[in-house]
């Protein structure tokens, strides 16, 4: 099993970013995805899950309305879209299945 994660992103404030975890290794449609986002000096934190099997989703109240998840079954990829970025949201981002298998974790800075 296998989760890759998109490169580190750069965004001003007020900015949207999308992160991408490609699944591999097992069938994509079988298990949620986690996204979890640690910021500096600070634990984990869920965003909440992703069904890949049918666009399910599951967002955590802090992010509602500013986040959305995508899953594309045909690359077996799953997404994360956070808008209207603020500093707050520097964090490390990742995608983990049952918290078994990690993504090795996106950067995201925000900073004008």
């Known amino acids: 099993v296998q989760l890759v994660q998109s490169g580190a992103e750069l965004r001003n404030p007020g900015a949207p970013v999308k992160v991408s975890c490609k699944a591999s290794g097992y069938t994509f449609t079988s298990y949620y995805i986690d996204w979890v986002r640690q910021a500096p000096g600070q634990g984990l934190e869920w965003m909440g899950r992703?069904?890949?099997?049918?666009?399910?989703?599951d967002y955590a109240q802090k992010f509602q309305g500013r986040v959305t998840f995508s899953a594309d079954t045909s690359t077996s990829t799953v997404y994360v879209e956070l808008i209207s970025l603020t500093s707050e949201d520097t964090a490390v981002y990742y995608c983990?299945?049952?918290?078994?298998?990690w993504g090795q974790g996106t950067q995201v800075t925000v900073s004008s």
């Open positions: 983990a299945r049952n918290y078994v298998y």
């Open positions: 992703i069904d890949p099997e049918d666009g399910g989703t």
